[in-house]
């Protein structure tokens, strides 16, 4: 059985720092595509970062700069470090697996999602 699940959400005040991580069971990510999506209350899910099997990343531009994603094939984690956040930065974040591998953010490229975790910034 696959399941992702991410933790490291929590309230923290604008300008803070968050590191979520999302741990996957039941295959290795190794080969996989993975994305940090949010979705805020009344919007759409959208993509925040990405990494490829290969590494290489992609950062969407409200969030380049501040966000950053890595992974440890080992330990079968991937991160987001979340820097000098922002009250628009609240939203829940899900982590998801792309089988092709590389990064792209449509969500019906996405097998498998984690249950999200909340991120709130408030002061």
């Known amino acids: 059985q696959v399941q992702l699940v991410e933790s490291g959400g929590g309230l923290v005040q604008p300008g803070g720092s968050l590191r979520l991580s999302c741990v996957a069971s039941?295959?290795?990510?190794?080969?996989?595509?993975i994305a940090w999506f949010r979705q805020a209350p009344g919007k759409e899910r959208e993509g925040v970062s990405c990494?490829?099997?290969?590494?290489?990343?992609s950062t969407f531009a409200s969030v380049k700069g501040r966000f950053t994603i890595s992974r440890d094939n080992a330990k079968n984690t991937v991160y987001l470090q979340m820097n000098s956040l922002k009250p628009e930065d609240t939203a829940v974040y899900y982590c998801?697996?792309?089988?092709?591998?590389?990064?792209?953010?449509?969500?019906?490229?996405?097998?498998?999602w984690g249950q999200g975790t909340q991120v709130t910034v408030s002061s």
């Open positions: 998801a697996t792309d089988p092709g591998g590389f990064c792209r953010y449509g969500t019906d490229w996405y097998d498998y």
């Open positions: 039941g295959l290795s990510l190794d080969y996989y595509a």
């Open positions: 990494i490829s099997s290969d590494g290489s990343t």
